[in-house]
């Protein structure tokens, strides 16, 4: 999640319109509320199906998803080639922004 966030700064500040201190400071709060989970917890099987779901998409994603399924919890992402490549593999435990907002808004 850290290097998510350092590798997308540049992004972050972009999209966001906030000046550099903004996002340092956010980037920190949203850390503060966060658990952090060692990936070494995962277990063989675990990784080797995560790998085997994104392996044809970016191997890169592996974590993310071995984390969502040993928590089994949606994944949260903005990446639309991995939203279509995991649905297109049977693979739904997985949900972007906008559908999160509605979700979201369906509880107010």
Partial sequence: MIGELDRHHRKLISISKFPEPD???LKKMVLSKLTLV???TID????TKAISLVDHIDEFDAPFVALSLKMDTYLWT????LITGLKDLGYNQV????ALMVLRNALD
């Fill in 78 to 81: 903005g990446d639309k080639k």
């Fill in 95 to 98: 949900i972007d922004t906008d």
């Fill in 44 to 47: 063989q099987d675990t990784w």
């Fill in 23 to 25: 996002i340092f400071f």
């Fill in 38 to 40: 060692d990936l070494a």
